[in-house]
């Protein structure tokens, strides 16, 4: 998984002193990994043999793509059917603009197709030039990917025509079903971060832990931007030290995609000296088996010269400080 994180200050320019603003253009990107079970799995193995395959309820209609339920009785659906990969345009959108990882890169329609034996739609691209080359009930046909692997891409697009091009035949072993799917996820959005969030964000970035102070006395770090329990601004700020102990803990043993830290190491909530609220972060510096609850620990800030806008990762990790742990009674509210 990456995420795009960089944050660049602006400011308003009403002629006033108006308080500067950070917002940072984010992207979060991964791949999704997920099972399909053994309906959908069944439709994307024949669209990997360049077939497409419904499923017929109790009331007689024709599903594409397959539903596992029925409709109406909610039993499973088992009753597999073929139906051709040449229909009728049921409905349509144009889309002027296409976005990253569409299926053109040129002006396209999408539509609900109904495919000839079917009697729901299905939803697909359909490649043609203008808005005015599409209309409900246009005759189209299946594009078919030239190398096919068990996803809805195996069907490229739709295209005017009333003559399948499917495979004559196909050497792909059916009896391998398709299981599982891979989904890639890329999200990018701008965030702005509220006033007491830009205080914090420019307190870490000059070296310093900035906390607020709700109106019941209750430090919060990092702050947010209003009372949880009265919805006020909270803009009593309070500078914290960058030590603290450790309330609970977690050790991560199990590899992930992206996982910048080899296992097993600790995930633990920390709860600075003067705060309230604790917060997640790593501990390192020790063997996994020493961190426990109450154990006192100090930030390890990475080089100055790394410092940025991005938050709590201008600290590395928390480390041991080597003090007695503090007794349970003093933190036992905070859990």
């Known amino acids: 998984m990456t995420q795009g994180n960089t944050i660049a200050g602006t400011i308003s320019d009403d002629g006033g002193a108006t308080p500067e603003v950070l917002a940072a253009e984010l992207r979060l990107k991964f791949d999704y990994t997920r099972s399909v079970g053994p309906t959908i799995g069944r439709f994307l193995t024949g669209l990997r043999s360049g077939r497409v395959v419904g499923v ?7 599903l594409v793509p397959p539903a596992e339920y029925d409709p109406v009785t909610a039993e499973p659906l088992t009753d597999f059917v073929d139906v051709a990969d040449v229909g009728t345009v049921a409905t349509w959108s144009w889309v002027r603009e296409p976005l990253p990882g569409q299926p053109f890169d040129r002006p396209f329609a999408y539509a609900l197709i109904r495919l000839d034996g079917a009697d729901t739609g299905l939803l697909h691209a359909v490649d043609v030039a203008s808005p005015d080359d599409i209309h409900t009930g246009l005759r189209v046909r299946a594009r078919w990917a030239a190398g096919r692997s068990g996803g809805i891409h195996d069907i490229e697009c739709f295209e005017p025509g009333e003559t399948s091009t499917a495979p004559a035949d196909s050497a792909v072993d059916e009896s391998v079903p398709v299981t599982a799917i891979v989904t890639p996820v890329d999200l990018r959005y701008k965030h702005t971060a509220s006033p007491q969030e830009t205080e914090f964000l420019k307190a870490i970035a000059d070296g310093r832990l900035l906390g607020a102070r709700a109106t019941d006395g209750k430090v919060y770090f990092p702050p947010r931007g209003a009372d949880p329990r009265t919805g006020e601004a909270t803009d009593d700020y309070v500078e914290l030290p960058d030590t603290g102990i450790v309330t609970t803990f977690c050790i991560v043993n199990v590899p992930f ?50 410092w940025t806008y991005d938050g709590l990762d201008n600290i590395s990790h928390f480390e041991p400080t080597g003090e007695p742990d503090a007794e349970y009674e003093t933190y036992s509210h905070h859990l």
């Not at 080899?262 to 705060?275: E, N």
């Open 56 to 62: 017929r309820g109790s009331d007689g209609r024709v």
């Open 257 to 306: 995609q992206g996982q910048r830290i080899k296992p097993p190491y600790v995930a633990a909530y920390v709860l600075l000296d003067g705060a309230d609220i604790p917060f997640l972060h790593l501990v390192l510096g020790c063997d996994v088996t020493e961190v426990r609850m109450g154990m006192r620990v100090k930030g390890s800030w990475k080089p100055r010269a790394e």
